[in-house]
């Protein structure tokens, strides 16, 4: 069943977008009274203990680690999460998604649609876009590219961007997508360069068949929010998906979205992003703390906590072997050895 999206729902979602921005930059903030500056037009401040900032995303940049969070913060480490060292970046808006298409092209939203791009694997990052002068504001959550030149970027209420010039000009692409309903965009995930995939509201989520061509919906069991999606190509040639969301929800498809199998998390915490590991299990993360390891049949969920319950937004499998956490609590890494022992 598809929800409708009424003006009253619209207005609702619109709140709840702006809600769920003012909540990630005030958790852990301090606020002072000083001159308002636009976040967008204002160098970040280098911190000390940037590296315990609230983070959202982290992705491997050649041999490199690049994290991104609140106030512009972009965090590198050359030493496997050992040290972080922040990075020189052109707005304060708190970023969101971040990801490298090679060890030195790589690029970054966030808040109003800003989309940030570095030419030196995350060391310096210039602003390539914001949406100052469109009708709806809000913040870009994901960004993909292909390769050098081509990439996408997704949003809320159908933001969807797309560049053919790697990044130098973004072209609104909403009417290649089939949500007239408008439903944010949260996360997306790509098997293969042909096949796209897109997190979204409604239960529902978007498939590209063309290389992002066109986005079709397709309709889950679930009516809620799915906030992460991950995908990888089995040796069948179907799609492994799965989905998480708000309420602990987590949804598998082993044939790429034909048919659904919901799991017992054991939790209600909100789920938001993971990562495959090398044996093809999964693991995801989310709010309290939770830690989500799922066999590599996609059946069989094991539960954990970190021991400060702070909220988890995204994990990633090092090059190394460990995994490298992002949330709150800034940067974290653990053994693969902690999520295997818990079996």
């Known amino acids: 069943m598809k929800i409708k ?34 976040p967008l ?34 965090l590198y480490s050359n030493d496997s999460g050992e040290n972080w060292t922040q990075a020189n970046v052109a707005v304060q808006s708190q970023l969101t998604a971040v990801f490298f298409v090679n060890a030195k092209k790589g690029w970054a939203v966030g808040e109003d649609a800003v989309i940030l791009h570095s030419n030196d ?29 081509e990439g996408f970027a997704v949003g809320v209420f159908n933001k969807l961007y797309h560049t053919m010039n790697g990044g130098r000009t973004w072209q609104a692409w909403h009417e290649h997508s089939d ?11 790509t ?28 309709q889950t069991d679930h009516e809620g929010s799915f906030h992460g999606i991950l995908a990888k190509r089995g040796s069948d040639g179907l799609d492994r998906l799965i989905l998480s969301g708000v309420g602990g929800i987590l949804f598998t498809s082993t044939n790429g979205g034909d048919s659904w199998n919901e799991l017992n998390t054991h939790t209600q915490a909100g789920l938001s992003g993971g990562t495959f ?40 499998l090092s090059k190394q072997g460990e995994i490298i956490l992002v949330g709150l609590g800034g940067v974290q890494t653990i053994n693969l050895s902690e999520v295997t022992n818990h079996e």
């Open 121 to 149: 694997g995350g060391l310096n990052w210039h602003k390539q876009f914001d949406d100052r002068d469109a009708d709806i504001r809000g913040p870009l959550l994901d960004v993909y590219f292909k390769n050098t030149r």
């Open 277 to 316: 590991l090398k044996d093809g299990s999964v693991f995801i993360v989310g709010a309290d703390g939770i830690m989500l390891h799922l066999s590599k049949d996609l059946t069989v969920v094991t539960k954990m906590q970190r021991d400060n319950g702070l909220p988890l937004s995204n994990a990633l």
């Open 179 to 189: 949500n007239e309903d408008e439903w944010h965009l949260f996360a997306m995930a």
């Open 5 to 38: 999206n009424t003006p009253l729902n619209k207005r609702l979602r619109r709140q709840a977008a702006i809600s769920l921005t003012v909540l990630s930059l005030s958790l852990g903030a301090i606020t002072t009274q000083a001159q308002y500056t636009d």
């Open 191 to 218: 098997p293969s360069d042909d096949v796209f995939y897109v997190a979204s509201e409604a239960g529902l989520l978007f498939k590209s068949m063309d290389g992002g061509d066109s986005f079709k919906a397709l």
């Open 41 to 74: 037009d204002s160098q970040v401040v280098s911190m000390a203990l940037a590296q315990q900032s609230l983070l959202l995303d982290v992705t491997q940049a050649g041999d490199r680690l690049v994290a991104v969070g609140e106030r512009g913060h972009i």
